[in-house]
């Protein structure tokens, strides 16, 4: 019997539609949280006076016994079950006898489907988190490693303004912090105990939910059975929170694709992580950056997807939810390798400082000029209008700024003294900005400190575990 509901039914399910509707085949990475679940719940039926304590005993040494069974061979979760709870009964019986039946005593699959599951990402989220802030490590050593470097930074992919690399790359640290934070949050979101809410409408059982709620990890216990039976708004906050740190991953991987391009080559990438064409013999392609860029469809497209399976669902459980489990292995598993990926490619990037210093020179230095005339009191709307003039002629001739005699600057503006040529310069220019987010150089020293304390402080929240594959 490889069901859990044959009584009902005259005859064995249809072979290709039980076959559709198993989730054995990937809700076994749920294993060891379904038999946390389930040790924790014979406890709490045995209190509330549902099962006799010898048959709790013999049930809990059960599941101990099958929990270090699968922990040694995780290959082992595979059977004709319809889902991993399926399995687990098997198993059970086929350890403990009759009393195996006891464990679902008061139980509905579709608390325990969710109970499994916000355990299983309570414990896995912070290896994610672990997983942005080895990234955010490997960031900041190159911004620390790249000094007071120059680079341009791009609007409309144009040049824009100078700025320091280090502030280029504590630009990315930032948007990676956020996503720490997101993952909190999503964490909090899955953590609430759904048990005692059985099918739909509660437990037959007085159960003490805040002792079980207590005894799982969980700070809270779900307001309403039927909301807990089809909620999965953690899952989709999690999917939220993995497909914006792959927005984020694929934004910074466009970003290095483009300045490791022959054209830009402020960076080149390590021969470790690049890879060659079959025909063409110079090529260094970034292919792990373009991955990283193409996952993100995929993640955003299982967040999106799951989505879609949601709302149209009436109340109270429903088959689609199962579809949650597809979504949130897959996207934890993409999220991961991408972050590994990321990191390998980071931390092997080699800066041309003199190549980022030089395209850091030149017209983008046309604000500080405009400043330079305000700072001698012209109307910033009239500076702006003369050095933009000033630009169109510099660029007919093919010149910039430095190339400027005195004469010629007088010749644009009275305003403009001997020590304007101090100012036409990448370091003036970042030295020239003057607030806390700036890339004034003193500005990316401080936050450069502050993410430094920040990492200090995320791996004290580290931890090991095993490896996500096992069970996938
Ligand atoms: N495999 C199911 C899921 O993932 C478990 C819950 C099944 N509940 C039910 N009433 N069929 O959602």
Redesign the pocket.
């Known amino acids: 019997m490889a069901n859990l ?1 044959s009584g009902r039914f005259a005859c064995e399910p249809d072979g290709n539609l039980f076959e559709f ?3 054995l085949p990937f ?1 076994r990475r749920l294993i060891e949280d379904d038999i946390r679940g389930s040790l924790a719940w014979v406890e709490a039926v045995a209190a509330a006076g549902a099962v006799s304590s010898a048959d709790a005993v013999t049930l809990s040494d059960g599941l101990r016994g099958l929990l270090e069974d699968v922990r040694r061979d995780p290959s082992s979760v595979v059977g004709p079950d ?4 399926a399995f687990v009964e098997r198993k059970l019986v086929e350890r403990v006898g009759d009393a195996g039946g006891r464990l679902h005593t008061g139980r ?3 608390e ?3 109970v499994d ?1 916000r355990l299983y990402l309570m414990r896995r989220i912070p290896f994610l988190q672990a997983g942005l802030a080895g990234l955010v490590g490997t960031l900041v050593g190159q911004a620390r490693g790249a000094g007071d470097t120059p680079m341009p930074a791009y609007t409309h992919l144009r040049r824009a303004q100078p700025v320091l690399v280090a502030h280029f790359f504590l630009a990315h640290v930032a948007a990676l912090r956020r996503d720490y934070e997101y993952f909190d949050v999503a964490r909090r979101a899955a953590d609430a105990l759904p048990l005692g809410s059985g ?1 739909v409408a509660g437990t037959s059982y007085p159960l003490d939910v805040a002792a079980l709620a207590s005894r799982l990890g969980f700070s809270r216990v779900a307001a309403n059975s039927i909301d807990a039976s089809s909620d999965r708004d953690f899952v989709s906050i999690f999917l939220h929170a993995c497909a914006l740190a792959m927005v984020h991953l694929s934004r910074l991987a466009e970003d290095l694709i483009v300045f490791t391009a022959e054209e830009f080559r402020f960076f080149e990438l390590s021969d470790e992580v690049a890879t060659g064409s079959s025909l063409m013999p110079q090529k260094k392609n970034p292919d792990p950056l373009e991955l990283i860029r193409g996952k993100s469809g995929r993640v955003i497209g299982r967040h999106a997807g799951w989505l879609a399976s949601m709302k149209g669902l009436p109340s109270g ?1 429903n ?1 689609d ?5 597809e979504a949130v292995f897959d996207t934890e598993t993409t999220l991961g390798a991408s972050l590994s990926a990321m990191r390998a490619v980071v931390s092997g990037l080699a800066l041309d400082a003199a190549r980022a210093r030089r395209w850091a020179s030149g017209l983008l230095l046309a604000t500080d000029v405009a400043e330079y005339l305000v700072a001698r009191g012209m109307a910033f709307r009239q500076a702006h209008e003369t050095v933009g003039a000033m630009v169109r002629l510099l660029i007919a001739d093919g010149r910039d700024f430095e190339s400027l005699s005195p004469e010629e600057w007088t010749s644009f503006s009275p305003l403009f003294g001997a020590d304007v040529r101090r100012v036409v310069t990448p370091e003036a220019a970042v030295a020239a900005r003057q607030t806390p987010q700036s890339t004034n150089p003193a500005s990316v020293a401080a936050a450069l400190a502050d993410a430094s304390a920040w990492l200090d402080e995320a791996a004290g929240q580290g931890g090991a575990d095993r490896a996500l594959s096992e069970y996938a």
């Open positions: 509901w509707g198993r989730s809700d319809e889902d991993v709870h509905s699959r579709n325990q489907v969710s599951l099918a459980y088959k939810l199962q579809e949650d489990k």
